[in-house]
Nanobody, 122 residues
Framework: QVQLVESGGGLVQAGGSLRLSCAASGRTSSIKSMGWYRQAPGKQRELVAGITSGGSTNYTDSVKGRFTISRDNAKNTVYLQMSSLKPEDTAVYHC????????????????WGQGTQVTVSS
């Protein structure tokens, strides 16, 4: 199994920057992709950014040009660099890891971090 530990959330002024970290442990070799999701009050959880094991990235339109997802394979850590933050970015951010494992059959399993609060004040 995989464990995810997030850090880096906090309170920041609009226009500021924040860097989130997600450290994976356990069977990290099974991870196929990782991503950052967020959920604001009254809204559905949405994918903010994702990165595959091959390094391909994708972002939701609202954060393109402002957020950057990256990874450090040696440390099994994924980062989300957030810049030009807006109050609309306020949410609980969760790290996600998608794994592919073979038990009796091959299955996909998603793991989630505990979440970290990001609050952007105006």
């Amino acid at each position: 199994q995989v464990q995810l530990v997030e850090s880096g959330g906090g309170l920041v002024q609009a226009g500021g920057s924040l860097r989130l970290s997600c450290a994976a442990s356990g069977r990290t070799s099974s991870i196929k992709s990782m991503g950052w999701y967020r959920q604001a009050p009254g809204k559905q959880r949405e994918l903010v950014a994702g990165i595959t094991s091959g390094g391909s990235t994708n972002y939701t339109d609202s954060v393109k040009g402002r957020f950057t997802i990256s990874r450090d394979n040696a440390k099994n850590t994924v980062y989300l660099q957030m810049s030009s933050l807006k109050p609309e970015d306020t949410a609980v951010y969760h790290c996600n890891a998608l794994t592919s494992v073979l038990t009796s059959v091959r299955v996909t399993i998603a793991y989630w971090g505990q979440g970290t609060q990001v609050t952007v004040s105006s």
